[in-house]
């Protein structure tokens, strides 16, 4: 895995994502998103900053070629097991996923107030 486009696909594969899934999370078309995993187009800073928050990883590794200095650990078949979400997951509704794929990219401020709108909710 040595590019972008391969690590994006690699990713959503694991993670058991259709392109529409994280296209509909990213606010994209699902044809600028399979661009990303084609190479035809590269995503921008702040998008690559939400795909890595989707993914649990970081913008360094979706960017840097590891594979020259970390050859042996991307080769391990356990290295990215971390980043698929459970089978779980699947069973939720399409809304269900939805919402919890935007609760990921939400920065940590956000999800404070998602909490504190949640709890008010339950106090009314």
Do not use: C, W
Request: aromatic share 12%; glycine share 2%; hydrophobic share 30%.
């Amino acid at each position: 895995m040595s590019d972008l486009p391969e690590k994006l696909k690699y990713y959503r594969k694991k993670s058991r994502l259709t392109q529409q899934q994280v296209a509909d999370v990213l606010n994209v078309t699902r044809s600028t998103y399979s661009y990303y995993e084609t190479g035809k187009t590269r995503p921008k800073l702040f998008t690559l900053q939400m795909l890595a928050r989707l993914y649990n990883t970081n913008v360094d590794l979706l960017l840097d070629d590891y594979e020259r200095n970390n050859n042996e650990v991307l080769s391990s078949p356990n290295y990215f097991e971390g980043y698929k979400f459970s089978d779980r997951f699947n069973q939720l509704s399409d809304f269900e996923q939805s919402v919890l794929l935007r609760i990921r990219l939400m920065t940590i401020e956000e999800k404070k107030k998602l909490i504190e709108y949640l709890d008010k909710s339950n106090h009314d």
